[in-house]
């Protein structure tokens, strides 16, 4: 008989914060090359989705719920 319990991808707590860490680089990194190439980035503050444009304006597009 197969179990219901929840999976855990990750071995321990040393290897998720090390997924956190390379997620947050990740989209560091990405913002960077966005404003380099003169972009608009898209990105969550608090539950309220901005889009900047590269003159650094931003614009609220959306709200989570």
Known sequence: M????KK???S???DLNALIEAGKISAKKAIQ????MNLSITYLE???IF???PDGK???IGILK
Not at 2 to 5: A, D, F, I
Not at 33 to 36: I, Q
């Open 2 to 5: 197969k179990s219901k319990t």
């Open 8 to 10: 855990n991808f990750f």
């Open 12 to 14: 321990d707590e040393k």
């Open 33 to 36: 090359e966005s404003k380099a």
């Open 46 to 48: 608090g539950n309220t």
């Open 51 to 53: 889009k900047e444009s």
């Open 58 to 60: 931003k614009v609220k």
